[in-house]
């Protein structure tokens, strides 16, 4: 699957369930981003991934200003066995910047990332890209 199908895929979802209204992204500062992040995992590794994202990840986002706007695991193999999708939500790229400094250095995420890899590295490749919606995107 080209990443470009990747890309496309989950900014069409977004604008089809519609996670923004117009009202909301109107609230947004003016340097507001979006973080595409995809985790490409070792062999076997997918489910250990999610584990951590469901049980840790997520809740220490939320202690960091670190917005979840959506998860995603492709349907066709082989990335659906090796690849999640994400989106962050951030205010600006300085506070996506401060807030993953934060994150990496939270005793909480350092142990819940030490206990998941006791049986092996879980993580292959990450690939993130900032983004910032057009002027006829619903996410402004």
């Known amino acids: 699957?080209?990443?470009?199908?990747?890309?496309?895929?989950?900014?069409?979802?977004?604008?089809?369930?519609?996670?923004?209204?117009?009202?909301?992204?109107?609230?947004?500062?003016?340097?507001?981003?979006?973080?595409?992040?995809?985790?490409?995992?070792?062999?076997?590794?997918?489910?250990?991934?999610?584990?951590?994202?469901?049980e840790h990840t997520i809740s220490i986002f939320n202690k960091h200003d670190m917005k979840s706007v959506g998860y995603w695991v492709p349907q066709d193999k082989p990335d659906s066995e090796n690849l999640l999708i994400y989106v962050l939500e951030h205010p600006s790229r300085d506070a996506a910047t401060k807030n993953w400094a934060a994150f990496n250095a939270d005793p909480d995420w350092v142990k819940a990332k030490a206990d998941s890899e006791k049986d092996g590295k879980i993580i292959d490749k990450v690939d993130s890209y900032f983004m910032n919606p057009t002027d006829y995107s619903k996410l402004k």
């Not at 990747?6 to 979802?13: E, K, Q, R, T, W």
């Not at 003016?30 to 951590?52: F, I, W």
Request: hydrophobic share 40%.
């Open 1 to 54: 699957m080209k990443l470009t199908h990747l890309i496309s895929f989950v900014a069409g979802c977004l604008l089809t369930l519609g996670v923004f209204s117009v009202s909301q992204s109107q609230a947004q500062a003016p340097n507001h981003v979006y973080e595409l992040r995809m985790y490409h995992t070792s062999p076997g590794r997918l489910d250990a991934l999610q584990k951590r994202f469901r």
